[in-house]
């Protein structure tokens, strides 16, 4: 599918960073019995392109189990991939070998949702934020003041440094996992639904934080999240995915002014907004059902068995389209990329 | 709606205080909370982690630990809940006050099928045969739109999808036609789409039982859509009250304004975000004066001396607002006032200098997440 490369790359100038082609990851499924053996398999990633541009923001956008967190970790060869490439800069990533792999582990960094997870109790924060300079190799003689400047960078007081993660609050908690993350001066920084765990009053500084540093360092983020509102305050471009498949993808303004995937429809049609009248006025697209069963994903179109548009608004000969065959990404009068045979823009907000 | 017509007063919690003891001293998780709750309405409790608004409800329905110090009145259609013998409370709990809690998991039995808990529900407090209790839970399961009801009935929980437990769940609280049900953050666990489908079931089983509703969340967004009277709560007191239309367009307390600001919004995207400095304080030891002080923008001597009291305010016009309240000493100031006018005062679109600097690690609660 020549026309999902072209289709998902962005428009603006900047250098590409880390490029993803017919990405697939899949998990076998073993029989439960004595040997293991393996009965099928999950495509838990399946033929997903995508690019991100230097000092670009990526959201990637989807429900549980869609697949998004393996994309990402794919992405970063954290798993290996069962086809496709990544490119990462002018290197194929998924070929190399671990050692080779950890030297450039220090221009893509990974921060995680619970940040007191991903924090070692026993040990102080500015050791905490000493160990990947260490790791590498690069805590020299400036050790001590590289950490305290990452703490004072990350709005955290250096003098702060002897205490441990149980003493701070989970967002000064995540703002340690960022300085971590920051220590080795990556190009891009995977940030796994950062904020979902935060209060609201918390988050907004974190996702503020985060924008000041992209400005300052021109980092490039793949920030995935299933919360939309986070998404398209933060991300230029923006692409959806269901079912292991990116479903829409285009600039963030775009694609929410002009939605044409009928979940894209319903994802945002589901978001409550925060104003009383608009959102008792609100026009409802609401999915049908449940999640079906990745391991046995629907032939043709993989949303069609929820699809509130397949269900009410086609014919019969159309719903044979969408189950005979899968859809390509591609602009379908949009403006941006969409898989759906019938995509239509709509006006939901 | 701030006028809409609401039936009589089923539920009135006045002067309502939990404690708990704890190893660093008496955790004043609730300090004085004042409702009243009409048949047929939806309040909505909002706040953050450790505001209160969890154990406000697990209070109302009597199910925290014994350790736990509770003072107050809950008057409950002329019953005091808090003076009721435990027979009187099984009697009111489940049927005529229900709740449904975030995890459907642990509101559900997993080795009972869904058809055997809700007619379970029924036969607790009705005496009709097994046949009718059972009918009436596929009858139930069409109402949350469950689809082929009379199929599910006969599924075990594990066997049902997370939304469709919480439907589960829903059925179970209107199994009795309940005069209050409590929702304590009744989506939060689930995927957005499904989030609408079982708000939109929620709103069906009040509707059809003609309820009174405490919806208690954390999502703005939630409570914008489906109450009509709001409760803000922080540091275990309600700190603003109103009509879902004054709170969200005529905010009084610093506190709400700033929750506001602090959102990323779908509809009107910004440039940058206005988050509340610090973190919320702890509630051991608390000091005196307003609690929100340390986050204010507007903070001056007098909140640090004295903690305001819940009062009126007065809306654009002049006129005193109907049921709007707030405590805060300068009210007043923030009649009209946008959330980056207040909080971003000092610091501005400041790229390098990190406006939101956090707050002394001392003077945390643990507000690891929700």
């Given at each position: 599918?020549?026309?999902?490369?072209?289709?998902?790359?962005?428009?603006?100038?900047?250098?590409?960073?880390?490029?993803?082609?017919?990405?697939?990851?899949?998990?076998?499924?073993?029989?439960?019995?004595?040997?293991?053996?393996?009965?099928?398999?999950?495509?838990?990633?399946?033929?997903?392109?995508?690019?991100?541009?230097e000092g670009e923001t990526?959201?990637?956008?989807?429900?549980?189990?869609?697949?998004?967190?393996?994309?990402?970790?794919?992405?970063?060869?954290?798993?290996?991939?069962?086809?496709?490439?990544?490119?990462?800069?002018?290197?194929?990533?998924?070929?190399?070998?671990?050692?080779?792999?950890?030297?450039?582990?220090?221009?893509?960094q990974?921060v995680?949702?619970?940040?007191?997870?991903?924090?070692?109790?026993?040990?102080?924060v500015?050791?905490?934020i000493?160990?990947?300079?260490?790791?590498?190799?690069?805590?020299?003689?400036d050790?001590?003041d590289r950490v305290r400047e990452l703490m004072s960078t990350v709005g955290l007081k250096p003098e702060h440094g002897?205490?441990?993660?149980?003493?701070?609050?989970?967002g000064q908690?995540q703002r340690i996992g960022i300085a971590r993350a920051l220590a080795l001066h990556p190009k891009?920084i995977?940030l796994?639904?950062p904020v979902?765990?935060?209060?609201?009053?918390i988050q907004a500084g974190v996702l503020n934080l985060l924008q000041e540093l992209q400005a300052e360092r021109g980092l490039s983020y793949?920030f995935?999240?299933?919360?939309?509102?986070?998404?398209?305050h933060i991300?230029d471009?923006?692409?959806?995915?269901?079912?292991?498949?990116?479903?829409?993808?285009?600039?963030?303004?775009?694609?929410?002014?002009?939605?044409?995937?009928?979940?894209?429809?319903?994802?945002?049609?589901?978001?409550?907004?925060?104003?009383?009248?608009?959102?008792?006025?609100?026009?409802?697209?609401?999915?049908?059902?449940?999640?079906?069963?990745?391991?046995?994903?629907?032939?043709?179109?993989?949303?069609?068995?929820?699809?509130?548009?397949?269900?009410?608004?086609?014919?019969?000969?159309?719903?044979?389209?969408?189950?005979?065959?899968?859809?390509?990404?591609?602009?379908?009068?949009?403006?941006?990329?969409?898989?759906?045979?019938?995509?239509?823009?709509?006006?939901?907000? | 709606?701030?006028?809409?017509?609401?039936?009589?007063?089923?539920?009135?919690?006045?002067?309502?205080?939990?404690?708990?003891?704890?190893?660093?001293?008496?955790?004043?998780?609730?300090?004085?909370?004042?409702?009243?709750?009409?048949?047929?309405?939806?309040?909505?409790?909002?706040?953050?982690?450790?505001?209160?608004?969890?154990?406000?409800?697990?209070?109302?329905?009597?199910?925290?630990?014994?350790?736990?110090?509770?003072?107050?009145?809950?008057?409950?259609?002329?019953?005091?809940?808090?003076?009721?013998?435990?027979?009187?409370?099984?009697?009111?709990?489940?049927?005529?006050?229900?709740?449904?809690?975030?995890?459907?998991?642990?509101?559900?039995?997993?080795?009972?099928?869904?058809?055997?808990?809700?007619?379970?529900?029924?036969?607790?407090?009705?005496?009709?045969?097994?046949?009718?209790?059972?009918?009436?839970?596929?009858?139930?399961?069409?109402?949350?739109?469950?689809?082929?009801?009379?199929?599910?009935?006969?599924?075990?929980?594990?066997?049902?999808?997370?939304?469709?437990?919480?439907?589960?769940?829903?059925?179970?609280?209107?199994?009795?036609?309940?005069?209050?049900?409590?929702?304590?953050?009744?989506?939060?666990?689930?995927?957005?789409?499904?989030?609408?489908?079982?708000?939109?079931?929620?709103?069906?089983?009040?509707?059809?039982?003609?309820?009174?509703?405490?919806?208690?969340?954390?999502?703005?967004?939630?409570?914008?859509?489906?109450?009509?009277?709001?409760?803000?709560?922080?540091?275990?007191?309600?700190?603003?009250?109103?009509?879902?239309?004054?709170?969200?367009?005529?905010?009084?307390?610093?506190?709400?304004?700033?929750?506001?600001g602090s959102?990323?919004?779908?509809?009107?995207?910004a440039e940058r975000l206005t988050p509340i400095p610090g973190?919320?304080?702890?509630?051991?030891?608390?000091?005196?004066?307003?609690?929100?002080?340390?986050r204010?923008p507007?903070?001056?001597?007098?909140?640090?001396?004295?903690?305001?009291?819940?009062?009126?305010?007065?809306?654009?016009?002049?006129?005193?607002?109907?049921?709007?309240?707030?405590?805060?000493?300068?009210?007043?100031?923030?009649?009209?006032?946008?959330a980056g006018e207040?909080f971003d005062a000092g610091g501005g679109e400041d790229l390098t200098g990190h406006g939101a600097a956090p707050a002394d690690?001392?003077?945390?609660?643990?507000?690891?997440?929700?």
């Open positions: 599918m020549s026309s999902t490369t072209e289709a998902t790359t962005r428009s603006t100038s900047a250098p590409t960073l880390l490029s993803v082609r017919h990405l697939v990851k899949e998990f076998p499924i073993r029989s439960g019995g004595l040997f293991r053996r393996r009965a099928g398999a999950v495509q838990a990633v399946s033929d997903v392109s995508f690019d991100i541009a990526l959201g990637l956008v989807g429900e549980s189990g869609c697949g998004k967190s393996t994309l990402a970790r794919v992405a970063l060869n954290l798993i290996p991939a069962t086809a496709g490439e990544v490119r990462f800069g002018d290197r194929e990533i998924t070929a190399l070998s671990p050692g080779r792999m950890r030297s450039l582990r220090r221009e893509m990974l995680f949702q619970d940040p007191y997870a991903s924090l070692d109790p026993r040990m102080p500015n050791e905490l000493a160990e990947p300079l260490r790791i590498h190799g690069l805590y020299g003689a050790g001590r002897n205490r441990y993660a149980h003493e701070f609050s989970g908690r891009l995977v796994d639904e979902s765990a935060l209060d609201v009053s793949l995935v999240s299933h919360d939309l509102s986070v998404v398209r991300a471009r923006i692409a959806v995915m269901y079912l292991g498949k990116i479903v829409e993808t285009g600039p963030a303004s775009s694609l929410f002014s002009a939605p044409g995937h009928p979940y894209t429809h319903a994802l945002i049609s589901a978001i409550p907004l925060p104003d009383p009248r608009r959102e008792r006025a609100r026009e409802r697209i609401t999915v049908i059902g449940d999640l079906p069963n990745p391991a046995d994903p629907p032939s043709g179109c993989r949303f069609r068995t929820r699809c509130p548009k397949f269900a009410h608004e086609l014919s019969a000969d159309q719903q044979q389209t969408c189950t005979d065959e899968e859809p390509a990404l591609t602009d379908r009068g949009t403006g941006h990329p969409v898989a759906c045979h019938f995509a239509q823009a709509r006006a939901l907000l | 709606m701030t006028d809409q017509q609401t039936g009589p007063e089923i539920l009135r919690v006045s002067g309502l205080t939990v404690t708990f003891p704890s190893g660093d001293g008496p955790v004043r998780a609730v300090r004085g909370v004042d409702y009243t709750l009409h048949r047929g309405e939806v309040l909505g409790i909002v706040g953050e982690s450790g505001s209160g608004k969890s154990v406000t409800s697990l209070a109302v329905m009597g199910l925290l630990p014994p350790t736990a110090q509770v003072e107050g009145t809950i008057r409950f259609d002329g019953v005091d809940l808090l003076a009721a013998s435990e027979d009187e409370l099984t009697r009111v709990r489940g049927e005529r006050i229900a709740m449904i809690f975030q995890d459907p998991m642990t509101s559900l039995n997993p080795v009972y099928t869904v058809g055997y808990q809700i007619a379970e529900a029924v036969l607790a407090h009705r005496d009709v045969s097994k046949a009718a209790a059972r009918e009436r839970a596929i009858e139930l399961l069409g109402t949350v739109r469950i689809p082929n009801p009379d199929q599910r009935v006969d599924s075990y929980p594990h066997e049902l999808s997370g939304g469709m437990r919480q439907r589960v769940v829903i059925a179970i609280a209107m199994a009795n036609d309940p005069d209050v049900i409590i929702a304590d953050e009744p989506t939060t666990a689930l995927d957005v789409t499904v989030q609408a489908q079982v708000m939109e079931a929620l709103a069906a089983a009040q509707r059809a039982t003609g309820a009174a509703m405490v919806l208690i969340t954390h999502d703005l967004g939630v409570i914008a859509g489906q109450a009509d009277r709001v409760m803000v709560m922080y540091a275990g007191k309600p700190v603003e009250v109103g009509g879902v239309e004054d709170i969200f367009y005529t905010p009084r307390m610093p506190y709400t304004l700033g929750l506001l959102l990323p919004r779908l509809d009107r995207p973190s919320p304080p702890s509630v051991v030891n608390m000091p005196p004066g307003c609690p929100f002080t340390p204010c507007l903070s001056s001597e007098v909140c640090r001396e004295v903690e305001p009291e819940l009062v009126g305010v007065e809306d654009a016009a002049g006129t005193s607002g109907d049921g709007h309240r707030a405590a805060c000493h300068h009210s007043s100031q923030l009649a009209g006032a946008a207040v690690p001392t003077a945390l609660t643990g507000e690891a997440g929700r």
